[in-house]
């Protein structure tokens, strides 16, 4: 039987974002399914517009998804569901540069124009490559070290490699998720309203990579 040692080694960093990502939800809910996909449509356009007006491409509101579903209510004399409308909804996202002016403008101007529309922010890394590859080196050496070092204090020689485990993936660094309560408060809808000082904080990262050698 082969003898043999296998070692996972885990490479982490701490990365500092460069992008801010806006998550929309917009919903809309009437009798008719088209009167119901028009004011959902029509919420949209607001939003494109506004983002349009502060200088962004509307085409950087991506759709991450849509749909339009029945809704029913239970009767509970007829002991069946009763139909009640169409309800819709959109999911968009937007990325911009951690640029706190615009995002502020923009964000104050979604607050006084669009009172139902929720969303999210959260950070990120424009481009994850570079900080991949370092996390692989580091995972690699890592593994290294704990295989000569566990050879070592166990008296056995490390051989050839015999396999190395890494399931690549494409690395998206992403924050967590942060609800905006800008509806919270009226004076947030005001012109002299004070804008949101936004820090993000670093991104956590990681990549494992499990080698396993021959030993002697």
Excluded: C
Aim: glycine share 4%; aromatic share 6%.
């Amino acid at each position: 039987m082969k003898r043999k040692l296998q070692i996972t080694g885990r490479g982490k960093l701490s990365v500092t974002p460069d992008l801010m990502i806006l998550s929309f939800s917009a919903s809309a809910q009437e009798w008719e399914y088209d009167k119901t996909v028009d004011a959902l449509n029509a919420k949209v356009e607001e939003l494109r517009n506004i983002i349009e007006a502060q200088g962004i491409a509307r085409s950087n509101l991506k759709t991450k998804d849509f749909g339009v579903r029945k809704e029913t209510q239970w009767n509970r004399k007829t002991e069946k569901p009763d139909f009640i409308g169409y309800s819709a909804s959109h999911r968009m996202e937007l990325e911009l540069p951690l640029d706190k002016a615009l995002i502020n403008k923009l964000l104050g101007q979604i607050a006084r124009h669009m009172d139902d529309l929720d969303f999210s922010i959260s950070f990120g890394v424009k481009d994850a490559s570079d900080h991949q590859q370092q996390l692989i080196l580091q995972a690699i050496t890592k593994a290294k070290e704990n295989a000569a070092l566990i050879a070592e204090a166990t008296g056995v020689e490390l051989r050839e490699i015999l396999d190395i485990d890494y399931s690549y993936r494409e690395l998206t660094i992403r924050s967590q998720q942060h609800d905006y309560a800008v509806y919270d408060s009226q004076v947030l809808m005001e012109a002299s309203a004070p804008a949101p000082d936004i820090e993000p904080d670093d991104i956590d990262v990681a990549e494992t990579v499990t080698i396993t050698w021959r030993i002697g």
